[in-house]
């Protein structure tokens, strides 16, 4: 989607509270009506717009009442500095994408997921299918690109040139350096988003399609980390103690975590 249109369609604070309350879960109208306080006719048409958009798609239960759903996932990076203002959208990157060969200067680390970002053969032949092209563009770089700042730093000053800052070569290697590591941040930041989705809809399926996934998942990555009572997790999620009781109580259910006595854990 063009990002001028994505931007247009955001402005509308009634629509971004929308796709808030749909992050959570399907709503239907009655209910997104009374979450903004405003007329059914005026949801209606927010919703119209989405659906235009292919930002909200809908069902039909067996009652025949229509639920509203978040069709997607889609990324809007804005930049704004006193030498550049940009907005662009992007898909998350698919499942499929070998981020090892894709990335030369910063390196991911999740556990159970192969995607360290480090240079290797594997560049020569990884190729980005179109719609990646488009959105963030050529990302290669030379086998032997410096590594950091200090490693610009160091072949400018090893070349004979002026070893400060205010060199103008070295300026211009670290801004190249730089952009490199922006345009792979990019694509990082695409290949999570599409993971966190990945891993959320595993989460509904363990727990319930009509549990809060990102709450619940916010409560077992805190007690994942380290064991925890139900009141250290609320503080460090900044959620009301008996809400994390009760997710608590529901996963211990599900056989998802247990208390060892100390505090919860994940089974």
Same mark, same amino acid.
């Given at each position: 989607?063009?990002?001028?249109?994505?931007?247009?369609?955001?402005?509308?604070?009634?629509?971004?509270?929308?796709?808030?309350?749909?992050?959570?879960? *399907?709503? +239907?109208?009655?209910?997104?009506?009374?979450?903004?306080?405003?007329?059914?006719?005026?949801?209606?048409?927010?919703?119209?717009?989405?659906?235009?958009?292919?930002?909200?798609?809908?069902?039909?239960?067996? $009652?025949?009442?229509?639920?509203?759903?978040?069709?997607?996932?889609? %990324?809007?990076?804005?930049?704004?500095?006193? +030498?550049?203002?940009?907005?662009?959208?992007?898909?998350?990157?698919?499942?499929? &994408?070998?981020? %090892?060969?894709?990335?030369?200067?910063?390196?991911?680390?999740? *556990?159970?997921?192969?995607? @360290?970002?480090?240079?290797?053969?594997?560049?020569?032949?990884?190729?980005?299918?179109?719609?990646? $092209?488009?959105?963030?563009? *050529?990302?290669?770089?030379?086998?032997?690109?410096?590594?950091?700042?200090?490693?610009?730093?160091?072949?400018?000053?090893?070349?004979?040139?002026?070893?400060?800052?205010?060199?103008?070569?070295?300026?211009?290697? $670290?801004?190249?350096? &730089?952009?490199?590591?922006?345009?792979?941040?990019?694509?990082?930041?695409?290949?999570?988003?599409?993971?966190?989705?990945?891993?959320?809809? $595993?989460?509904?399926?363990?727990? @319930?399609?009509?549990?809060?996934?990102?709450?619940?998942?916010?409560?077992?990555?805190?007690?994942?980390?380290?064991?925890?009572?139900?009141?250290?997790?609320?503080?460090?999620?900044?959620?009301? *103690?008996?809400?994390?009781?009760?997710? &608590?109580?529901?996963?211990?259910?599900? @056989?998802?975590?247990?208390?060892? @006595?100390?505090?919860?854990?994940?089974?």
């Amino acid at each position: 989607m063009d990002s001028a249109v994505l931007l247009d369609l955001l402005g509308n604070e009634n629509r971004r509270r929308i796709l808030r309350l749909l992050s959570h879960k *399907p709503c +239907y109208v009655t209910e997104i009506s009374e979450y903004l306080g405003v007329s059914p006719k005026a949801v209606i048409d927010h919703l119209r717009r989405l659906e235009e958009a292919g930002l909200v798609e809908s069902r039909t239960d067996d $009652q025949r009442r229509k639920y509203f759903h978040i069709a997607r996932n889609l %990324r809007l990076e804005v930049s704004v500095s006193p +030498y550049r203002f940009g907005a662009k959208s992007a898909y998350p990157a698919s499942r499929s &994408l070998d981020m %090892r060969g894709r990335c030369q200067h910063i390196s991911l680390d999740i *556990p159970g997921e192969q995607t @360290g970002c480090e240079p290797s053969e594997e560049r020569e032949r990884a190729g980005d299918d179109d719609r990646e $092209q488009a959105a963030n563009g *050529p990302i290669e770089s030379s086998a032997d690109a410096p590594r950091d700042l200090d490693e610009i730093r160091r072949r400018g000053s090893d070349a004979g040139g002026v070893d400060s800052d205010d060199d103008v070569a070295s300026l211009a290697r $670290q801004y190249a350096y &730089l952009e490199d590591v922006e345009s792979e941040l990019s694509l990082a930041q695409r290949w999570v988003h599409g993971r966190v989705t990945d891993v959320l809809d $595993q989460l509904t399926e363990q727990i @319930g399609a009509e549990a809060d996934s990102r709450f619940y998942a916010e409560v077992l990555a805190a007690i994942a980390r380290e064991t925890r009572s139900a009141r250290e997790v609320a503080r460090e999620l900044n959620a009301s *103690p008996e809400r994390v009781e009760t997710a &608590l109580d529901r996963l211990s259910e599900r @056989g998802l975590v247990y208390h060892d @006595g100390t505090g919860w854990t994940v089974s």
